[in-house]
């Protein structure tokens, strides 16, 4: 990844990044090539940004995995870039903001947006706000400085959960395939013979088992709660004794015999 003089406005490199990876994008489409990983920064203390920057890119070259970051020094640059060019896959957020604070970001994230799938890793140099975080379901919570290795778990925990490359869920429906993002699904219902899938898109159906579909899906992302239902624990608002409430403040029930193999899932994978 290119470095930039320390005389460069912070806008000005996410100007040259976005364009950047608009042409990589585009070629690695072409091509057939790999997905990027797209990461944001917004901090105001310019000296962490670059710090936590060298950190990912050391990280992402060594992995070797592409990876395009963006620097925002202010939250409300970064909001509009998050309105007019797309989400992250992960979003490093400092808490103590100048103007606003970054707990008001992720709920604008969470609420206003509606958006569950990208990753929020809080940064403060503070303890006190663990409890206040809950709501917006982040990923983690470091405190400073975030060094080497605290970057280097994060991405590592992204990888394991997530996976750096998109996972696609295929299905047929009047012999016409179709894919969806797993991150994107919400959760999976079996429905006598038909399975629904709820996505952030809306509804699909198509014939299937339940038990053909979670052997093929990322195992640290979807947790079987019952024998009709399948979630998607990024869309999981709380998992309960008996029942599971989702995001959109659905309620799926944890059926008796599933209570065990759930806990042990939520222990594994949280």
């Given at each position: 990844m290119g470095k930039f003089g320390a005389d460069v406005g912070l806008e000005i490199l996410g100007t040259v990044?976005?364009?950047?990876?608009?042409?990589?994008?585009?070629?690695?489409?072409?091509?057939?090539?790999?997905n990027m990983l797209r990461i944001g920064i917004c901090d105001d203390d310019e000296n962490f940004l670059k710090e936590l920057e060298r950190e990912l890119s050391k990280y992402a070259d060594g992995k070797?995995?592409?990876?395009?970051?963006?620097?925002?020094?202010?939250?409300?640059?970064?909001?509009?870039a998050l309105e007019k060019r797309g989400l992250f896959d992960i979003l490093f957020l400092d808490i103590e903001l100048k103007q606003g604070t970054g707990i008001e970001v992720g709920k604008k994230i969470r609420s206003d947006l509606k958006n569950e799938v990208m990753q929020i890793v809080f940064v403060s140099s503070r303890e006190q706000?663990?409890?206040q975080l809950f709501e917006l379901r982040p990923m983690n919570f470091l405190i400073k400085p975030v060094?080497?290795?605290?970057?280097?778990?994060?991405?590592?925990?992204?990888?394991?959960l997530f996976g750096f490359e998109s996972r696609f869920f295929t299905y047929k429906k009047r012999k016409q395939e179709?894919?969806?993002?797993?991150?994107?699904?919400?959760?999976?219902q079996s429905q006598g013979k038909k399975i629904k899938i709820l996505?952030?898109?809306?509804?699909?159906?198509?014939?299937?088992k339940l038990s053909d579909i979670s052997a093929g899906l990322n195992p640290h992302l979807f947790c079987q709660v019952h024998?009709?239902?399948?979630?998607?624990?990024?869309?999981?608002?709380?998992?309960?004794?008996?029942?599971?409430?989702?995001?959109?403040?659905?309620?799926?029930?944890?059926?008796?015999?599933?209570?065990?193999?759930?806990?042990?899932?939520?222990?594994?994978?949280?």
């Open positions: 990044k976005k364009y950047h990876k608009l042409f990589l994008n585009s070629f690695l489409q072409k091509m057939g090539g790999r070797d995995i592409m990876a395009e970051i963006e620097l925002f020094a202010e939250a409300s640059l970064l909001l509009a706000y663990a409890m060094g080497s290795k605290k970057a280097a778990y994060i991405m590592d925990e992204y990888n394991r179709y894919k969806v993002n797993e991150q994107c699904i919400i959760y999976f996505t952030q898109d809306g509804a699909r159906e198509f014939y299937g024998k009709s239902f399948l979630v998607n624990s990024r869309y999981v608002l709380e998992f309960r004794a008996r029942e599971v409430e989702m995001v959109n403040h659905e309620i799926i029930p944890i059926s008796q015999s599933m209570r065990k193999e759930v806990n042990q899932w939520i222990l594994k994978n949280k």
